[in-house]
């Protein structure tokens, strides 16, 4: 069964870091891109970062430079660092293969605000 599990977030001022984790089924996450995912209240889920099995990272434009995706093969887990945060960020943030499976994780909340 695929299991992706986040965590990692929580509330942090404006200009502050946190690093998201993303435990993923080896089954996945030994052959396929890992995704990172945000949904912000009444907006759509948007991509925010992905990194390839062989750590090729791609970044969307409004965290690039301020965020950092990386992997741990023998935990099989992906983190996200997140630094100099804004209110913007604020939003759940999701993993996910790619292409997405039908399957997401319940997610961890991210709340920018002083």
């Known amino acids: 069964q695929v299991q992706l599990v986040e965590s990692g977030g929580g509330l942090v001022q404006p200009g502050g870091s946190l690093r998201l984790s993303c435990a993923a089924s080896r089954t996945i996450f030994n052959v396929y891109t890992m995704g990172w995912y945000r949904q912000a209240p009444g907006k759509q889920r948007e991509f925010v970062a992905s990194i390839t099995v062989g750590s090729n990272t791609n970044y969307a434009d409004s965290v690039k430079g301020r965020c950092t995706c990386s992997r741990d093969n023998a935990k099989s887990t992906v983190y996200l660092q997140m630094n100099n945060l804004k209110p913007e960020d604020t939003a759940v943030y999701y993993c996910?293969?790619?292409?997405?499976?039908?399957?997401w994780g319940q997610g961890t909340q991210v709340t920018v605000s002083s």
């Open positions: 996910n293969r790619i292409p997405n499976g039908p399957f």
